[in-house]
């Protein structure tokens, strides 16, 4: 077990930044289409986490075209660049799941608001940038292999 329990330790990612279910959030996902990459930014409510360790996954649910769209990212992938928290949610359940069955302003989350709560927010956006140009910063150092 303790095998298992380093192996997994060793996959997460550094500098994951923490955010609540409710949460309205920017994914920075890192798409790969043959040679190029990109950055696409994914911005909706944060529906569900599961799971823990290296294996917990989050929710995030949007609204594109009048469509709800969701989409499951591994809270460790290295593909994620940063998690950006736009507006903090104030919910009283785990998983937001009935928020599908829900349209327009229903489907609304309470925002929480306060001076605390900005600087937190604030805090917390300014270490995921800085998380993010320290994974940046070594590759762009390395030369590409053609």
């Known amino acids: 077990m303790d095998l298992i329990k380093t192996i997994e330790e060793s996959q997460k990612r550094p500098g994951a930044q923490d955010f609540n279910v409710g949460d309205t ?3 920075y996902f890192k798409i790969i ?8 930014v994914y911005e909706g409510v944060v529906l569900c986490k599961k799971n823990a360790g290296a294996r917990q996954t989050f929710t995030v649910r ?7 769209v969701e ?6 992938s290295p593909r994620i660049q ?16 009935y928020l599908r069955d829900k349209i327009g302003k229903d489907a609304k ?18 270490a995921a940038d800085a998380a993010a140009a320290a994974k940046e910063a070594p590759a762009a150092e390395t030369p590409a292999n053609n």
């Open 25 to 27: 959030v920017k994914v």
């Open 33 to 40: 289409e043959g040679k190029t990459e990109r950055i696409q």
């Open 62 to 68: 949007k609204i594109s075209y009048g469509v709800g």
């Open 71 to 76: 989409r499951v990212f591994p809270y460790n």
């Open 82 to 97: 940063k998690v950006e928290i736009v507006r903090p949610g104030k919910v009283r359940r785990a998983k937001l799941y």
């Open 109 to 126: 989350v309470k925002t929480l608001v306060g001076a605390k709560v900005t600087a937190a927010i604030a805090a917390r956006n300014a």
